[in-house]
Every structure is written in structure tokens, then in C-alpha cells.
């Protein structure tokens, strides 16, 4: 593996980690409830406004695009168990499951000839980078929110 996909997997890593912080402290509400009741009243309450229908609707052609992608890749890089990311992302966080599918898919690259690997550049890292700032600024206000 090379430096920079170590590098990958370390970013990666610490997006799942705040990914998986900043969703799970959303939950208190939902455990007491029980895992069939709890699940009712959340989706329930995707629906409770116009801004949180939107996300749920965005979030699913986001599901259906990605999972496409993530079972294609799997497939092409012979990657192991790779379809579990896929109940993963439904029962813990999309945003933690996908970050660890992304390290599984690094591993699985660092095993190809490097003319296979490709490169998003610049504009595609500085990209990434801006949206896990706001990803992790909206983590922070969430956990600031409940701590």
C-alpha cells in the first residue's frame, strides 16, 4: 500500500468515527423505544417537515446510486464480505458505513498494478475535504446539542 493510501485509510477512518459520534448522538430518543419501535418512530420522523422529507428522499437516490457502485466495485475487486456494507449502512450510518468501505476498497486497490489505480486530483480532494469540514461542524453543533 502506498502512502498515500494509507494516508486514504486514515481519513477514512476518521470520517467513519465522527460519522458514526455524530449520528449515534442523535439516538437517545429512539432506544428507549426498542429496536421495532424505535426504527417506526425515527423513519416516522424523517417525515415530520419539508426539509427533513428532503433529506430522506435525497439520502435514498444517494442509497440507490452508491450501493450500485459499492457492489460493482466489490465485485471488480474481488473484495470479501463486501455486500455486508450494504444491511450496514441501513442498520448503523450510511455516513460511517460507507467511509469503511472506502478503507476495504483502498486495501483492495493497493493489491492492483499502479497504472489500474486512478487519482481524483486536486479539485476532487479539495472537495472531499470541504465537505467533511461541514459534516464535522454539523457533528460538533449535534454533540453540543446534547452533551
Not at 13 to 31: D, F, W
Not at 90 to 95: E, K, N, P, R, T
Not at 121 to 131: D, E
Amino acid at each position: 500500500m502506498t502512502s498515500r493510501q494509507s494516508a486514504l485509510c486514515v481519513f477514512y477512518a476518521l470520517i467513519a468515527v465522527a460519522a458514526l459520534t455524530g449520528t449515534a448522538a442523535q439516538l437517545k430518543p429512539y432506544l428507549s423505544l426498542g429496536i421495532v419501535q424505535g426504527n417506526v418512530h425515527f423513519w416516522q420522523d424523517t417525515l415530520v417537515n419539508a426539509a427533513s422529507r428532503f433529506i430522506t428522499v435525497d439520502i435514498m437516490f444517494v442509497f440507490a446510486v452508491v450501493w450500485r457502485w459499492m457492489l460493482t466495485e466489490g465485485r471488480r475487486l474481488r473484495m470479501g464480505g463486501y455486500f455486508w456494507y450494504l444491511p450496514a449502512s441501513l442498520l448503523i450510518a450510511f455516513s460511517a458505513a460507507l467511509p469503511v468501505f472506502m478503507i476495504h476498497r483502498e486495501i483492495a486497490r493497493s493489491r492492483l498494478n499502479p497504472a489500474e489505480v486512478d487519482d481524483t486530483g486536486a479539485a476532487g480532494a479539495f472537495s472531499v475535504m470541504l465537505v467533511t469540514a461541514v459534516a464535522l461542524a454539523y457533528t460538533w453543533r449535534a454533540l453540543s446539542a446534547v452533551i
